[in-house]
């Protein structure tokens, strides 16, 4: 089974850029994961889906400032011109034929 | 566009069991997916419990105790967990989800809290 893993947090100012990690264990280091945004109080949100190749598929409403990349197990989020709404929880999800799991999560501070 | 509600109870005594129901409405969920259920203990990380496939085939996290059930009834467009001798670790937020193994999760209910507690 994978394991995903991602740092506990990060931090960037108002209308900068921020790239979060989200690394795959050895062995699964193809794997096609998907990124997800929980606000506060709220319900995770689906970003996007992220292949290995780097191409990504991003869910309805989710603005271009997110977007996507991948380099050998490391599957990255961009999100360009932080906004305060940006301020949230981002969790990484893989799967395999019969499971799924999450990272740890990352929470963005917008400083 | 598919939308998903849990009910239950938000209050459990501990050793007892729990039970929850995930309503789906703007798809049929006999129509294909799986049908997961996700829960995040207060201030910590999501965890993926389980999932039941459209044609009733059922996936748990291994790494979990096995006191969880998920069962689907598609004439009700709903889908059920069920955990039995709960204790204070299982307070959390349940959420259930539509999930596939080309997207992961596409789609999320709004989350229910759960507290177990005499």
């Known amino acids: 089974q994978p394991v995903l893993t991602q740092s506990s947090s990060a931090s960037a100012s108002l209308g900068s850029s921020v790239n979060l990690t989200c690394t795959l264990s050895s062995g699964h280091r193809s794997y096609m994961i998907a990124w997800h945004q929980q606000q506060p109080g709220k319900a995770p949100r689906s970003l996007m889906k992220?292949?290995?190749?780097?191409?990504?598929n991003k869910g309805s409403g989710v603005p271009d400032r997110f977007s996507g990349s991948s380099s050998g197990p490391d599957r990255y989020l961009t999100i360009s011109n932080l906004q305060s709404e940006d301020e949230a929880d981002y969790y990484c999800e893989t799967w395999d034929s019969i499971s799924w799991v999450f990272g740890g999560g990352t929470k963005l501070t917008v400083l | 566009q598919v939308q998903l509600q849990e009910s239950g109870p938000g209050l459990v005594k501990p050793s007892e069991t729990l039970s929850l129901t995930c309503a789906v409405s703007?798809?049929?969920?006999?129509?294909?997916?799986?049908w997961g259920w996700i829960r995040q203990p207060p201030g910590k990380g999501l965890e993926w419990i389980g999932s039941i496939y459209h044609s009733g085939s059922t996936y748990y996290n291994p790494s979990l105790k096995s006191q969880f059930t998920i069962s689907i009834d598609t004439s009700k467009n709903h889908f059920s967990l069920k955990l039995s001798s709960v204790t204070a670790a299982d307070t959390a937020v349940y959420y259930c989800?539509?999930?596939?193994?080309?997207?992961?999760?596409?789609?999320w209910g709004q989350g229910t809290l759960v507290t177990v507690s005499s």
């Open positions: 989800a539509r999930q596939s193994t080309a997207d992961g999760v596409d789609n």
């Open positions: 992220l292949e290995g190749s780097g191409r990504y």
């Open positions: 703007g798809y049929s969920i006999s129509s294909g997916y799986y």
